[in-house]
């Protein structure tokens, strides 16, 4: 009897709260999915929550000073005190703002993020949905998180929110070229767009991480990482949210709890890239030592998740440090980098991966002729 | 004013396509006017055609009000004008109104004035860069300039308990003697500098992307200078070396040797944004010099001070006009005084004054993250420019 995913999901859900049978059948369906729709919700706000304190502390470190030290031990609980403060202030919409582009804004921009986490695998078996076209859903997914930041700038009814706008909206859809070169290679190197096979495709000694598949791998990597600091928004890739320009960009006019939707949103979205990275070049789950990657069971299990969220927050790291340490580029430069240097560096690094398949199918540079890869 | 800006219209459109103009306000509150600086912005889309600076947010009657007051009360007045570097203010007037006077400084009391306007110099440019490279969107080089800031005000606070507005440099000599090993913690703090120095150069000065953003941005060169007056680090990045301290010496400053900085031409043209950056760096690693050499030849012994000092001070009928090198550029004091111990009338020449009117003629044609970063690289304070 076929059954449709959200079918089986519903049933699940039902399995594991039984209470729910109580009520109408008609309902059982839209509850397990709104049911689902919490679980990346909140792990967001979680990566949110730790991700603030991170860039708070990080931040402090690198300008010589301690940052957060009261609320909490060491001010861990500084984040859940702002959480609690924004919660509690009054929602204020400009008069002449487009109220429903207004409030539906934050909405996009959040909806955005917790599509992109539905493809992010933690696991062999603990993903969302394993998507058999994962990158393309990804690629796809992102650009959602656009649409609400012009809705932001456009509804705010103030003409430096329209330039953060204006500029965030150039600078996003012109990177995913380079985001989607740099995919597209490492599909090559994995032979299918499912996110759990790319991970797969890289199971074994590190040395297997598609990193180091080929002599040029590096350029499609450190494009990525380029590429997805500019659609993150984070310097030196700032200008929509240019501080000492346009205070606060596309979200000046917002307050209380949908600018912190906002926040969430751009966290969530840096976990995420953090995590593509890891998943797409560095072995995603895997620790890269095999004994480690055999462990079964829970243990196994939670040792893989620990390890991809290790290296997602590595990077959400490295991406602070770039924050706090590069001044902004200015947006016919930002442009320069795009077009003239990623895409051009991108389709040749694309060619020459494409080639090598061609010669080496599925192994490494570095492992030739002893380590084959798992194709 | 703002319809004036608005009734040029000098956009270009295509006949189906219906350009308009944006007329921008970066208001007299915003994150990088350096001050309550207003600036009226006709842009199109991202270029600026035309700016025009709005000042007087800060005006506060400096003039008048110093009328009301005697000659040393004044003093206290002339602090708030550029109110980063207030020694030099407080120079400037100290040395117009001893003009009038007339009368002997003390050896020791100049040699104290040369100390606290370099270090206060040293202050000032720091504020500079800091806040420069928070313009470009570097954070961190803020916090740097600003710790090392702070040793500067903990040594000018032990002085004369002030840490920003002095009231210190009177005329007739200085307010306080020095207090006890002050001058150790004046050479620690020229060494720390001279490695901070270093530190902030490779984290902001010689980064890629600063010199991208501010290398060829903004170029003035010293026929436009010259034309709208304007002096300082502005000036010298052009090229031409004027340096009040060596062309009108004034003080002690004839006995120290120390170098004109002008703009290198290392990254970017003369009188671009860069090299104005460049010259202040240079500028700090001058004062560092010029102090290290008082502090070698500090007089050991000398009268106190504070004894020496005029409590009323009763100028003959006439004017003075002085110039001192402030650290934005040539400040001028003109007193004219009736023969009483208040001024009949002080007028101050502010250099930011000067050097802000020149912003339109740099940002036509720009974008406007330029324009931010020019009026940021002009360096100037609201203070003295609204007075």
């Not at chain 1, 389709?347 to 380590?371: D, K, R």
């Not at chain 2, 206060?120 to 800091?130: D, E, F, V």
Request: glycine share 10%; net charge negative; aromatic share 12%.
């Amino acid at each position: 009897m076929p059954e449709s995913t959200t079918e089986i999901l519903a049933y699940r859900i039902l399995e594991l709260l039984p209470f729910l049978t109580a009520l109408p059948e008609a309902l059982h369906l839209p509850l397990a999915i709104a049911l689902t729709g919490l679980v990346p919700i909140t792990i967001i706000s979680l990566i949110g929550l730790v991700g603030v304190y991170m860039e708070r502390k990080i931040s402090a470190f690198i300008q010589v000073r301690l940052g957060p030290m009261e609320v909490g031990p060491y001010g861990i609980l500084q984040t859940l005190a702002d959480g609690i403060k924004l919660i509690g202030k009054e929602d204020i919409i400009p008069r002449g703002a487009d109220r429903p582009l207004f409030i539906l804004a934050p909405i996009f921009a959040f909806v955005g993020v917790v599509l992109l986490f539905v493809a992010i695998p933690f696991d062999r078996n603990f993903i969302v949905v394993d998507l058999n076209v994962g990158i393309f859903y990804l690629a796809a997914v992102a650009s959602i998180e656009v649409v609400g930041v012009i809705m932001a700038g456009w509804a705010s009814n103030n003409k430096w929110s329209l330039l953060g706008a204006m500029r965030e909206a150039a600078q996003v859809v012109a990177y995913e070229i380079p985001l989607g070169i740099c995919l597209i290679t490492v599909v090559l190197l994995a032979g299918s767009f499912s996110m759990v096979e790319i991970v797969e495709g890289q199971k074994g000694l590190f040395l297997n991480w598609f990193l180091f598949r080929n002599p040029v791998m590096w350029v499609p990597f450190i494009a990525f990482m380029v590429a997805s600091l500019a659609e993150l928004k984070r310097a030196p890739f700032d200008l929509p949210e240019a501080e000492s320009e346009l205070v606060s960009g596309f979200h000046t006019e917002y307050t209380g709890m949908r600018f912190s939707i906002f926040f969430i949103a751009e966290y969530g979205a840096m976990f995420i890239s953090g995590a593509l990275i890891s998943v797409l070049f560095l072995g995603g789950y895997y620790t890269g030592i095999p004994f480690l990657d055999d462990i079964g069971g829970a243990i196994g299990l939670l040792l893989r998740t620990g390890t991809l969220f290790g290296k997602a927050f590595f990077f959400i790291f490295v991406q602070m440090w770039l924050r706090w340490t590069l001044p902004r580029v200015r947006l016919d430069q930002m442009f320069y980098i795009c077009y003239k240097v990623l895409v051009p560096f991108g389709f040749v690094a694309l060619l020459i991966t494409a080639f090598w398949e061609l010669v080496f199918p599925g192994q490494g540079f570095m492992s030739l002729g002893w380590a084959p890869g798992s194709q | 004013m703002t319809e004036a800006i608005a009734r040029e219209s000098s956009v270009h459109s295509a006949p189906d396509i219906r350009t308009e103009e944006l007329l921008l306000n970066m208001g007299p509150q915003h994150p990088s006017t350096h001050g309550v600086l207003r600036v009226i912005v006709r842009t199109d889309g991202e270029m600026v055609l035309d700016c025009e600076p709005v000042v007087g947010y800060l005006h506060r009657c400096f003039e008048k009000c110093a009328e009301s007051g005697t000659y040393v009360q004044a003093v206290c007045y002339t602090d708030r004008l550029d109110y980063l570097m207030a020694m030099g203010n407080n120079l400037g007037y100290a040395l117009a109104v001893e003009k009038l006077a007339g009368g002997e400084i003390p050896e020791m009391a100049e040699f104290i004035r040369v100390l606290v306007t370099e270090l206060n110099r040293i202050g000032s440019h720091l504020i500079a860069l800091g806040t420069f490279g928070l313009d470009t969107g570097a954070i961190t080089p803020f916090f740097y300039s600003f710790r090392d800031r702070e040793m500067v005000l903990d040594i000018l606070e032990e002085i004369c308990g002030q840490r920003l507005n002095y009231n210190y440099i009177r005329p007739g000599g200085v307010a306080y003697d020095l207090p006890e090993g002050i001058l150790k913690k004046v050479e620690k703090f020229l060494d720390h500098m001279e490695k901070s120095l270093v530190e902030i150069n490779d984290l902001l000065t010689y980064n890629g992307i600063f010199i991208h953003r501010t290398a060829n941005v903004g170029i003035l060169d010293v026929e436009t200078a010259i034309r709208y007056g304007v002096t300082g680090p502005n000036l010298r990045s052009t090229g031409l070396k004027r340096d009040l301290r060596k062309l009108r010496p004034y003080g002690i400053y004839d006995r120290f040797e120390f170098n004109i900085c002008t703009g290198t031409g290392e990254y970017g043209t003369l009188g671009d944004c860069w090299n104005r950056h460049i010259v202040r760096m240079q500028e700090i690693t001058e004062s560092i010099k010029i102090l290290r050499q008082v502090l070698g030849s500090f007089p050991t012994e000398g009268e106190h001070i504070a004894k020496a000092m005029a409590r009323k001070v009763r100028p003959a009928v006439g004017a003075a006009y002085t110039a001192v090198e402030n650290s934005k550029g040539e400040l001028g004091f003109y007193v004219a005084s009736d023969g009483s111990d208040k001024a009949w009338r002080i007028k101050c020449r502010a250099p930011s004054f000067h050097n802000i009117s020149v912003l339109p003629a740099l940002c036509k044609n720009t974008m406007l993250a330029d324009m931010v970063i020019v009026l940021g690289s002009l360096d100037i304070v609201l203070g003295e420019i609204d007075r």
